[in-house]
């Protein structure tokens, strides 16, 4: 197929060209910025400079490239900065879900573009009762804190927008597996406490896997949303002190809820104690997809090469 990558100079665009050019497929991919147009280059796909906000520009791209397919994967992260308001560090990047998804969306429309594929998030996305893991069939955090409404709007205009036209959304887990990664800073300096019981559970997806799942995604996938994580939701009690282990840094801290509150806000709380994570069933029954990294286990240790637990820890299971 010939394949528009939209954001293919971001951590997951990177790892997807090579692998779409593996399978055989001829790629275009976008960025913003000029500096990143030979990194696309270099992965063997034709670079083409695109802001997703600019409706007239993405009107003409699209039907200028004549693609069989679609990837958006356009987020603008790459600066993000840890704020009490989770709706003010995802601003630009909400923009991107609603106007931009909605700008590609009629481009792909009017090209007549046959498959559409779409990042979107999985972790504390679902609702914070009941089951700790949650299938794609299950509801939506119907009450999301009201620092957070905005992005949870986005992401779900997103999927709805992209299920609607007849597309797929992918509903990834947290990344990892970049020199970039979020979380190694604040892991390394200790600034990443667990906070309270440290029950609430997250789910990860190592970038290779992200990108593996989504090519699969695109040649087979229906119509419809996926969960695109690892087989281990887990605690962040469980997962933080292996992450800090296999970065080579001291243990976490431990924070009560009221301290983390002071500090860090509300969302910082709840998604220490209450978020759910996500169950990768679908996407493997339906995909054939495997991880490679099933764990994070496994995952941190081959991404940040520091000392892991035995692997005798016992596998958590979360119903
Ligand atoms: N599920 C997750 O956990 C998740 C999801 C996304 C990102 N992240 C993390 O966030 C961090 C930053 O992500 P990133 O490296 O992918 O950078 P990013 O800044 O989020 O950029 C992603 C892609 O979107 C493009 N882009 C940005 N603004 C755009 C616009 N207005 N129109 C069209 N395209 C636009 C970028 O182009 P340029 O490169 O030219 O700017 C790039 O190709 C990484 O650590 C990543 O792992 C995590």
């Known amino acids: ?190 600034q990443f406490p667990i906070v309270g019981d440290g029950a609430g559970v997250s789910s990860f997806i190592h970038l290779d896997d992200a990108a593996a799942a989504t090519v699969l995604a695109l040649e087979l996938g229906r119509p419809g949303i996926y969960n695109i994580v690892d087989d281990e939701p887990a605690p962040l009690h469980e997962w933080l002190p292996v992450m800090a282990s296999a970065l080579g840094a001291k243990p976490p801290r431990r924070f009560p809820r009221w301290l983390a509150r002071v500090f860090a806000g509300d969302v910082a709380v709840m998604m220490a104690t209450q978020a759910r994570g996500a169950s990768n069933e679908k996407a493997k029954r339906e995909l054939g997809w495997t991880p490679r990294y099933p764990s994070w286990r496994q995952g941190f240790a081959a991404a940040y090469g520091g000392r892991m637990q035995p692997d005798t820890h016992p596998v958590t299971v979360m119903t």
Do not use: C
């Open 1 to 190: 197929m010939r394949v528009l990558v939209v954001g293919a100079s971001g951590a997951i665009g990177t790892r997807l060209v090579p692998q779409l050019i593996e399978r055989g497929h001829e790629v275009i991919g976008t960025h913003v910025s000029p500096t990143t147009a030979d990194r696309i280059g270099g992965l063997g796909a034709v670079p083409v400079q695109l802001d997703l906000l600019d409706a007239r520009a993405v009107r003409k791209a699209v039907l200028e490239a004549q693609p069989d397919a679609i990837v958006l994967q356009a987020t603008a992260l790459s600066d993000l900065r840890w704020s009490r308001s989770l709706d003010k560090a995802f601003g630009p990047t909400n923009r991107l879900r609603t106007e931009g998804t909605d700008n590609l969306l009629a481009a792909a429309r009017e090209a007549d573009v046959r498959r559409f594929v779409a990042q979107s998030y999985a972790s504390t996305r679902y609702a914070r009762t009941g089951s700790w893991v949650k299938t794609e069939d299950e509801p939506l955090d119907p009450n999301p804190l009201p620092s957070t409404s905005e992005t949870h709007a986005a992401m779900r205009h997103l999927d709805e927008a992209v299920t609607d036209a007849g597309g797929i959304a992918l509903r990834y887990g947290g990344f990892y597996g970049a020199a970039n990664d979020g979380l190694i800073e604040p892991v390394r300096k200790r």
